[in-house]
């Protein structure tokens, strides 16, 4: 997983908006951090 703020100073930055959007909102890797309640999570 690789944060926001590197893959931009990392080449993001010349990307379409289109392809950041998708990359940021890519929840399909195996790596993706996944949103829970503190509930499940217990």
């Known amino acids: ?3 926001l703020a590197e893959a ?4 993001a930055s010349t990307w ?3 392809r ?5 909102n890519d929840q ?3 790596t993706s ?4 309640t503190a509930r499940s999570n217990r």
Request: aromatic letters at 10%.
């Open 16 to 18: 379409t908006a289109v």
């Open 33 to 36: 951090l996944v949103a829970v």
């Open 28 to 30: 399909g890797a195996h």
């Open 8 to 11: 931009w100073d990392s080449g």
């Open 1 to 3: 997983m690789i944060p």
């Open 20 to 24: 950041r959007e998708m990359y940021a």
